[in-house]
C-alpha cells in the first residue's frame, strides 16, 4: 500500500495593504497553517484573507503539521499579537493548537467575536501611541536579527533573510537575458523557476550588488503600490 507523503502542511502571512495603527503597509497582520486552499478561504473565518491574493504569502511549504505547528508558533511569537499588546498580529491565540478539521464550538466563536467586537485599533494595540525606550528597540532589534529557525536550532542563513525581504516587496522588473532578450516581470519568483535561474541571484542584480547573475541583467522599473 503507498504510504501519504505528510509534508503537505504549509504557513502562510496575510500582509497590509495600507498603513495602519498596528503596522505599516506590507507588514503580516496575520499568521495561519494549512493545507490545500485553506489559506485563500473565507467562509467560517474570524479574520479574512486579503481580497488581493498578492497580499498572502507562503512563509514555508512542504512541511509536516508538526512542523507546521511549530513554525507558526515562532513567527506569531516573533511579530507579537495586537490582543496581548505584544506585537502587531490580529491572531486570537499564540498558535500551534489543535489538530486539522478541529472545529471550534458555537458557543467559543462568540466569545471570540464578542471579545472583539467594537474594539478601536488603537484600544486593541498596547503599543499604539506609545514610545519605545532605547533599551526596548535595541532588544527587540537584536531578537530578530537572531531569529533562529524553530526545527534546527540554526540563524537564517543571507539567502533566507534576503528571500524573506523580496516576498514582502512588489516590484515591476525588466531583466536581460545573456541573448539581449528583454523580459518585463512581476513575479521574480515565478520568473527565476522559468528560467532556472537563482531568485537571490536575480535579487542582488536588480538591488545593485552584482553586475549580472549566470550573464542576465536588469533594474527595478517600478514599485508597485
Same mark, same amino acid.
Given at each position: ?40 478561504? *473565507? !467562509? +467560517? ?5 486579503? $481580497? ?17 505547528? !511549530? ?14 499588546? #505584544? ?12 489538530? !486539522?478539521? $478541529?472545529?471550534? !464550538?458555537?458557543? #467559543? ?26 533599551? #526596548? ?18 540563524? *537564517? ?31 521574480? #519568483? ?10 537571490? +541571484? ?12 549566470k550573464g542576465w541583467t536588469? *533594474? ?6
Amino acid at each position: 500500500m503507498k504510504s501519504v507523503d505528510p509534508r503537505h502542511f504549509y504557513v502562510y502571512a496575510y500582509l497590509r495593504s495600507n498603513d495602519s495603527a498596528n503596522g505599516p503597509k506590507y507588514s503580516p497582520y496575520y499568521i495561519g497553517k494549512g493545507k490545500n486552499l485553506r489559506a485563500f478561504r *473565507r !467562509s +467560517g473565518r474570524e479574520i479574512k484573507p486579503p $481580497a488581493d491574493h498578492s497580499f498572502i504569502v507562503m512563509i514555508q511549504e512542504g512541511i509536516t503539521e508538526k512542523q507546521a505547528f !511549530s513554525l507558526e508558533k515562532y513567527c506569531i511569537a516573533l511579530y507579537g499579537r495586537i490582543s496581548k499588546g #505584544t506585537g502587531i498580529l490580529r491572531n486570537l491565540t499564540d498558535g500551534g493548537e489543535g489538530a !486539522s478539521g $478541529a472545529n471550534r !464550538s458555537q458557543e #467559543t466563536r462568540s466569545k471570540l467575536a464578542e471579545a472583539n467586537r467594537g474594539k478601536r485599533l488603537g484600544e486593541a494595540n498596547s503599543f499604539f501611541g506609545k514610545k519605545h525606550s532605547e533599551e #526596548t528597540r535595541q532588544r527587540q532589534s537584536e531578537a530578530k536579527r537572531g531569529a533562529k529557525h524553530p526545527q534546527w536550532g540554526k540563524p *537564517r542563513t543571507q539567502e533566507q533573510k534576503e528571500k524573506a525581504s523580496i516576498a514582502n516587496q512588489k516590484y515591476r522588473y525588466m531583466f536581460v537575458s545573456p541573448s539581449g532578450k528583454v523580459y518585463t516581470v512581476e513575479n521574480l #519568483t515565478g520568473f527565476a523557476k522559468e528560467q532556472n535561474l537563482h531568485q537571490s +541571484g536575480l535579487w542582488q542584480v536588480v538591488s545593485g550588488k552584482r553586475k549580472h547573475h549566470k550573464g542576465w541583467t536588469g *533594474r527595478i522599473l517600478e514599485h508597485l503600490q
